[in-house]
């Protein structure tokens, strides 16, 4: 009975910024690992970045330098913040976590950049 739901997605000028934030809901015992993975209509869903209970960090080469990833243990939640943003991070982004065995998805939250 674990829900993740995401939160922050909207549309944005080409250069602005953007927070996604996504938390965890249910009988948790215990994360490895949350992250974001998003998908543009035509494209395969990629990584973004992730980050372990640990605070290891791994980003996508294409959002690296402007993209931050951020958790919060405590409150099971993870945050993505999305600076100088381009029209090619338009997708719908996926909140991710690894927890009790499973990996769970959230339902998506759409962004837009607009040139």
């Known amino acids: 009975q674990v829900q993740l739901v995401e939160s922050g997605g909207g549309l944005v000028q080409a250069g602005g910024s953007l927070r996604l934030s996504c938390a965890a809901s249910?009988?948790?015992?215990?994360?490895?690992?949350m992250g974001w993975y998003r998908q543009a209509p035509g494209k395969q869903r990629e990584l973004v970045a992730v980050m372990t209970s640990g605070g290891r960090t791994n980003y996508a080469d294409s959002v690296k330098g402007r993209f931050t990833i951020s958790r919060d243990n405590a409150k099971n939640t993870v945050a993505l913040q999305m600076n100088s943003l381009k029209p090619e991070d338009t997708a719908v982004y996926f909140c991710?976590?690894?927890?009790?065995?499973?990996?769970?998805w959230g339902q998506g939250t759409q962004v837009t950049v607009s040139s």
């Open positions: 991710n976590a690894l927890m009790q065995g499973n990996t769970y």
């Open positions: 249910g009988t948790i015992f215990s994360i490895v690992g």
